[in-house]
């Protein structure tokens, strides 16, 4: 089973992969119905649609991908910065889709993705110097 487990010290690596594998449960569910990705977008009602769904199925699968190279690859700097892109970017999504335009709820299907993505970001910029920069 450790042959399994990214090769990094510390639980950051393994923390990446365990989002990644929740990832690709949320893309899967993300093909098959709308009912999660609308948790989300609660607001927005009609705007969530089965192309919307997928469309979001898509971005989540791509920055599970990131996530799972750089839990394997860990002092990669290029990767690791891509990883941190990656977690602003969601970060950002949601707090304008929540704060700007309106179309997310606080509720279970924001908190999740906004706690996620944000203590990511801070556990990631603190430990640059440890995984990268040694």
Not at 51 to 72: C, D, H, N, P
Not at 73 to 97: D, K, R, T, V
């Amino acid at each position: 089973m450790s042959s399994f487990l990214p090769p990094g010290e510390g639980w950051l690596p393994s923390w990446l992969l365990l989002v990644s594998i929740v990832s690709v449960g949320n893309t899967v569910q993300a093909y098959m119905t709308t009912k999660n990705t609308r948790e989300v977008y609660l607001q927005s009602g009609s705007e969530t649609s089965a192309l919307s769904s997928r469309i979001f199925g898509v971005w989540t699968i791509v920055s599970a991908i990131i996530r799972l190279y750089t839990a394997y690859n860990i002092s990669n700097p290029q990767l690791y910065q891509i990883a941190i892109w990656a977690y602003a970017i969601a970060w950002g999504h949601f707090m304008s889709e929540w704060l700007l335009f309106k179309t997310a709820a606080w509720g279970r299907g924001l908190a999740g993705p906004i706690v996620i993505s944000t203590g990511s970001l801070v556990w990631m910029f603190s430990q640059w110097g440890y995984y990268v920069a040694q």
